[in-house]
């Protein structure tokens, strides 16, 4: 391993029994993790060693133990290797095909470009205008200059200067268009509620399409990794699982059109026609909303300003390797924070977590609290807060306020992550649907106690997900009192499949 190592041979996955002579299968990994990080790791065991690997996932990062024997391999050993391969490759690319983006860190457009290509797993090269020679080689041969970037350079075609999300979605053969003139189901909205949905819908065989504004997962599908998601001991990364999601819904046929956003929705007799802002249409017999929700803003002076350039709200598991070596300060005390805070870590020099409360015990899952304390690396602030984000044209340092106190003082980081709440993306429903003060759609039984009360014009009672217009569902974190938990969400966009179906079946 060390020779390959050497050699810059990387390899993809060691698989070892766990009792050899001289040493145990975890002490051998253990040993590899340390030469080669990233190499997949499948120990062969017992069932009497069952707690051994269980320890190991956290104390080595081993990615799957198996239990011996493995018969017939075609079914247990197979698909097992052949995840861990594909996770492997996913990261692990050679450069033939890749795309390109030559950009300036501190610049909005960049960074929308290449969230857009992280968050649709399509693998690029980032060169920075002010760091690699290649990047100003490269802006020459294409005739550009800095009003031009970010400059994207795709295998096929001429180079993109500063393309739009649906130019790059187009040029990268990405859907943005439905293909059919009416569907049954219409889910707005790619994230796991949405995909659970497309899934459900696809193969109980329901002409489905998805519509997303920029790519699918949503939230989750930033995160670094879901470790209380029901079958996956090691935990999952959200892009991991859109990933999976994204294929299963296209293997059952429902359709995904991207880089779209919605502006609207009619009720043309019994079809519903949701509009889009570039003036296209999808037409649908059913709806489902599952937009989720956005982090809150920062209402500290200056951070507006700044945009894209020091000030994030959320993060890809993507970003962390650009703050390697820095200071990052990451403002939440929610599960998304914890992990954000806890992918930073592995890479930052040092992580700054601002809590507004006196504990995260009620706010966080308690297996992510003490992962954050044991790191050594991430300092936590109880009862602090951000009133001010300074920089010309980036953050160059922020200003801390002691919420007890009152006490102010600067900090240096060109970092800030926020995840400070969540408000609901149903704007563009205006009073189309009954929403509560927030924006959160009232849905079921609660439409009841809407106001007004006279909104439900059917002499039926609306299904536990239907809102106030008959045939149009929520789903997941836009919902009212929903439970904003992945697995909440996912099962919410499998219960409206069914709701759907009854709907359907009343028409």
């Given at each position: 391993m060390a020779e390959l190592a050497l050699r810059d041979r990387p390899v993809a996955l060691l698989v070892s029994d766990q009792r050899m002579p001289g040493m145990t299968g975890i002490e051998l990994m253990a040993a590899v993790r340390e030469t080669s990080p990233d190499t997949k790791l499948?120990?062969?065991?017992?069932?009497?060693?069952?707690?051994?690997?269980?320890?190991?996932?956290?104390?080595i990062g081993l990615d799957y133990y198996m239990f011996k024997p493995w018969e017939p391999p075609e079914q247990s050993l197979y698909p097992v290797v052949d995840d861990l391969l594909a996770a492997w490759r996913q990261t692990h690319r050679?450069?033939?095909?890749?795309?390109?983006?030559?950009?300036?860190?501190?610049?909005?457009?960049?960074?929308?470009?290449?969230?857009?290509?992280?968050?649709?797993?399509i693998p690029y090269v980032w060169l920075d205008l002010e760091?690699?020679?290649?990047?100003?080689?490269?802006?020459?041969?294409?005739?550009?200059?800095?009003?031009?970037?970010?400059?994207?350079?795709?295998?096929?075609?001429?180079?993109?200067?500063?393309?739009?999300?649906?130019?790059?979605?187009?040029?990268?053969?990405?859907?943005?268009?439905?293909?059919?003139?009416?569907?049954?189901?219409?889910?707005?909205?790619?994230?796991?509620?949405?995909?659970?949905a497309a899934v459900y819908a696809a193969s109980e065989?329901?002409?489905?399409?998805?519509?997303?504004?920029?790519?699918?997962?949503?939230?989750?599908?930033?995160?670094?990794?879901i470790e209380n998601?029901?079958?996956?001991?090691?935990?999952?990364?959200?892009?991991?699982?859109?990933?999976?999601?994204?294929?299963?819904?296209?293997?059952?046929?429902?359709?995904?059109?991207?880089?779209?956003?919605?502006?609207?929705?009619?009720?043309?007799?019994?079809?519903?026609?949701?509009?889009?802002?570039?003036?296209?249409?999808?037409e649908s017999r059913a709806?489902?909303?599952?937009?989720?929700?956005?982090?809150?803003?920062?209402?500290?002076?200056?951070?507006?300003?700044?945009?894209?350039?020091?000030?994030?709200?959320?993060?890809?598991?993507a970003e962390a390797a650009q703050t390697a070596g820095q200071t990052v300060h990451v403002v939440g005390a929610a599960n998304s924070a914890g992990q954000a805070v806890l992918n930073f870590a592995k890479v930052a020099s040092r992580v700054v977590m601002l809590v507004r409360g006196d504990s995260l015990e009620a706010s966080m899952s308690q297996y992510l609290i003490a992962r954050i304390e044991s790191a050594d690396n991430v300092e936590?602030?109880?009862?602090?807060?951000?009133?001010?984000?300074?920089?010309?044209?980036?953050?160059?340092?922020?200003?801390?306020?002691?919420?007890?106190?009152?006490?102010?003082?600067?900090?240096?980081?060109?970092?800030?992550?926020?995840?400070?709440?969540?408000?609901?993306?149903?704007?563009?429903?205006?009073?189309?649907?009954?929403?509560d003060d927030k924006g959160f759609l009232v849905t079921g039984p609660d439409l009841q106690q809407a106001d007004p009360p006279d909104r439900w014009a059917l002499t039926r009672a609306p299904f536990a997900l239907e809102t106030s217009v008959p045939g149009v569902f929520a789903a997941g974190d836009v919902r009212l009192d929903s439970m904003k938990r992945v697995a909440s969400a996912v099962g919410e966009g499998a219960m409206s499949v069914y709701l759907v179906h009854r709907y359907l079946a009343s028409v």
């Open positions: 499948l120990l062969l065991t017992a069932y009497a060693d069952t707690d051994v690997a269980i320890r190991a996932i956290n104390d050679d450069g033939e095909g890749t795309v390109r983006v030559v950009g300036h860190l501190w610049s909005d457009r960049s960074y929308d470009v290449r969230m857009f290509l992280a968050r649709n797993h760091r690699d020679n290649e990047a100003r080689r490269l802006l020459d041969l294409a005739g550009a200059d800095v009003a031009d970037l970010p400059l994207v350079l795709l295998p096929e075609g001429g180079p993109l200067r500063s393309p739009t999300s649906v130019e790059l979605a187009e040029a990268l053969g990405l859907r943005t268009r439905a293909e059919q003139p009416l569907y049954d189901l219409c889910i707005v909205g790619g994230g796991p509620a949405g995909l659970a065989g329901l002409r489905t399409v998805v519509v997303e504004r920029d790519a699918p997962g949503g939230q989750a599908g930033q995160s670094a990794a998601y029901l079958g996956f001991p090691k935990g999952v990364s959200g892009s991991d699982l859109t990933h999976r999601a994204v294929a299963q819904a296209a293997r059952f046929g429902a359709e995904t059109v991207l880089a779209q956003e919605v502006v609207g929705l009619e009720q043309r007799g019994p079809v519903h026609a949701v509009r889009l802002a570039d003036g296209g249409e999808v709806v489902l909303v599952a937009t989720g929700v956005s982090y809150r803003r920062l209402a500290a002076e200056g951070a507006e300003r700044l945009g894209s350039r020091g000030v994030y709200y959320g993060a890809s598991a936590v602030r109880y009862r602090t807060e951000v009133v001010a984000a300074h920089g010309e044209d980036h953050l160059e340092r922020v200003t801390l306020a002691d919420r007890t106190t009152g006490d102010e003082h600067d900090e240096v980081t060109n970092w800030l992550f926020v995840f400070i709440g969540a408000l609901p993306r149903t704007d563009w429903l205006d009073d189309t649907v009954v929403r």
